[in-house]
């Protein structure tokens, strides 16, 4: 009767054993699982940030070429009057240089608003493809965890 209940005994703590071996096993597979979501989610997320810095990146050279090119214009009047050999003509080279000093400043300043537009709109998208990716990677950890909790639950119910 003792060698029968030693060997139930035995055969119990195995199966408990195996039960327990295989709970880690699945929560194991969930968690490798979840991570490789999370690791995917990042990855997405840094290359939209990297695709928004181009983006404004480019808007900015964009800016830096309209704000030189309209510098530009203004330079070439400024210069005129220098070229006037009567007073008329150099005042009427002044006038044309302060207009168009004025306008290369209004063309620089909507430059930069139009490139600092286009930076500001690329952190917002970076910072929404990050919260998506946070967002995600919560989802996914807490799959893991689900999974591992059933996993000890069924565990429990075969001991």
């Known amino acids: 009767m003792r060698k029968i209940v030693a060997a139930l005994a035995s055969v ?14 699945e929560s194991g597979k969930a968690q490798m699982k979840a991570n490789s979501e999370k690791s995917e989610a990042q990855a997405t997320a840094n290359k939209k940030k990297a695709e928004a810095q181009g983006d404004a990146d480019k808007a900015q050279a964009s800016a830096n070429e309209d704000k030189a090119a309209a510098q530009a214009d203004a330079d070439k009047k400024a210069a005129k009057m220098e070229k006037a050999t009567t007073p008329k003509e150099a005042s009427d080279a002044r006038g044309d240089a302060m207009k168009a000093q004025t306008k290369a400043d209004r063309k620089k300043r909507d430059a930069q608003a139009k490139a600092d537009k286009k930076k500001h709109d690329a952190a917002q998208d970076a910072n929404v493809a990050q919260a998506k990716t946070d967002k995600e990677k919560v989802e996914a950890q807490n799959d893991a965890n689900k999974k591992a909790a059933d996993a000890k639950v069924d565990a429990a119910k075969k001991q």
């Open 12 to 25: 119990l703590l195995v199966s408990s054993a195996l039960a327990q071996t295989a709970a880690p096993s």
